[in-house]
Structure formats: structure tokens, C-alpha cells
């Protein structure tokens, strides 16, 4: 890597960056519904997937000390309630699918995260169930990252930009949060256009974007900001940044 790069930091989305290959999490658990041989409509499966995520948020059903496979199970028990499926081995079957899925993706970007920590200070925005750091001990890359940076914990969700701008004060070891510095010298990572790029690019961070079907992708996409690099895998990360 570049060592005369000014890139002082790299700040990375989990949920849909590292864990799913750019796929919105509700892309991944439909397949695996389909996989297993559930017979839902998708219309219904997303009606379901909202009210899942609506009862998780701030509810606590979720602890810190819980890993990828627990969130799942809670996360597709919560679905099946809502579709009036009785079917707990058939839930379990696809919450297992989906941590293996999240297991083979985190695996294939760890190489590409372990030589990227050898020169540049990383760190994790996400939203998140307060339990981020328990998931990343759990997949062995919490050690990667210098800060966490959890929406749960932090009490501010994307796309707000303060969730990026206290990433980075707690990288920086300062309250540029306060401050209401701009960010010139990181470069963000994520899958989302709304909730990664526009937010990290309003404040001035070099933007990363690595798309894959969205949660709306039947709907137009905001306009990407025309200085944001577009990646087909986070290992092409290590030759953007020898580059830049």
C-alpha cells in the first residue's frame, strides 16, 4: 500500500458491506427462505421482515452478548410470528443458512481486511442491535478494528452524518463530533447509496461503494456522488488505495 497515501483511516458499514457481498439483509434471509423450501410470497416476506425490525429496534430482544446465529434465530422467529408460521425447526434451518452465509462472506473478506489493518487504522459505522462487537468476536475480526461504532450504542442512526463524524472522533482520539469538523482524510465503505455515500460524502470523505441488490431496487436509486469509487469486492480495496 501507498504509504504517501492521505488517507488517514477507513471507516466500514457491516450489515450489507462485509457480512453479505453489498446485498441488503433482507435479499440474503429470502433466499434462504426460498432455499429451505418456505412458500412465502416476497410482498409478504417484506411486510414481515419491517415488523421484525421495528419490534428489535431499542426493544432489548437483542443482547450485546449475543452472536450472528442468535440474532438470526430471534430475527426469523419474530418473521414467522408475523406469518402465522409454527414451524421452529424451519426457522432454525434458516437462520443456520444465513450465519453461514455470513461466515463465508466475512472469510472471504478477512484477507483483505487483515493487510489493510497493517497500514491504516480501520473502524465499523453500522446500524446495529447493540450487540456488533460480540458478532465481529465471533467471526474473528473484532481485533481488525480499532473502533466499533455500533448505531444502537451510539444513539444515532444512518444516514445521519454524526454517526460518521463520531466514528472518526473516536478513531482520532478527539470530539470532532463537537467540533462539527469535516473528514477529508477518511475514506468510508458501504453498500447503501442513502446510508453509507451521501452521509460520508457530505463530510468530506472519500466515498467506497459496493453495490449489490438493494432493499428498493424496484425503485430509482439516489444519484451517486460523481467521486465515488464503485468496487465488486472489498478486495480490490488494497489496489484503490496503492492508486489514490
Not at 457491516?14 to 429470502?30: A, F, N, P
Not at 474473528?140 to 455500533?150: A, C, K, P, W
Request: proline share 6%; net charge negative; aromatic share 10%.
Amino acid at each position: 500500500i501507498n504509504p504517501m497515501s492521505d488517507i488517514n483511516g477507513i471507516i466500514f458499514d457491516y450489515g450489507g458491506t462485509i457480512d453479505s457481498r453489498g446485498d441488503h439483509w433482507s435479499e440474503v434471509i429470502y433466499r434462504a427462505y426460498e432455499t429451505e423450501g418456505a412458500d412465502i410470497d416476497r410482498d409478504n416476506f417484506r411486510k414481515a421482515y419491517v415488523y421484525a425490525e421495528r419490534a428489535l429496534e431499542g426493544s432489548g430482544i437483542i443482547t450485546p452478548n449475543d452472536d450472528f446465529l442468535m440474532s438470526m434465530r430471534k430475527k426469523v422467529s419474530l418473521q414467522f410470528r408475523y406469518l402465522g408460521i409454527d414451524a421452529p425447526y424451519l426457522s432454525d434451518a434458516i437462520a443456520m443458512r444465513c450465519y453461514e452465509c455470513s461466515r463465508e462472506c466475512v472469510t472471504d473478506a478477512r484477507t483483505a481486511l487483515a493487510y489493510l489493518a497493517q497500514s491504516y487504522p480501520l473502524g465499523i459505522v453500522s446500524n446495529f442491535y447493540g450487540n456488533l462487537r460480540s458478532v465481529l468476536r465471533d467471526f474473528g475480526i473484532l481485533h481488525l478494528f480499532r473502533t466499533v461504532t455500533d448505531s444502537t450504542e451510539a444513539g444515532i442512526r444512518k444516514p445521519d452524518p454524526e454517526i460518521f463524524l463520531k466514528g472518526i472522533a473516536d478513531m482520532e482520539g478527539s470530539d470532532m463530533l463537537a467540533a462539527g469538523l469535516a473528514a477529508p482524510k477518511y475514506m468510508v465503505v458501504g453498500d447503501s447509496v442513502k446510508n453509507d455515500i451521501l452521509p460520508a460524502d457530505s463530510i468530506g470523505c472519500v466515498t467506497v461503494l459496493l453495490p449489490g441488490t438493494p432493499w428498493d431496487a424496484d425503485k430509482p436509486q439516489p444519484r451517486l456522488p460523481d467521486r465515488t469509487i464503485t468496487i465488486r469486492s472489498l478486495n480490490e480495496l488494497p489496489d484503490i488505495l496503492l492508486h489514490l
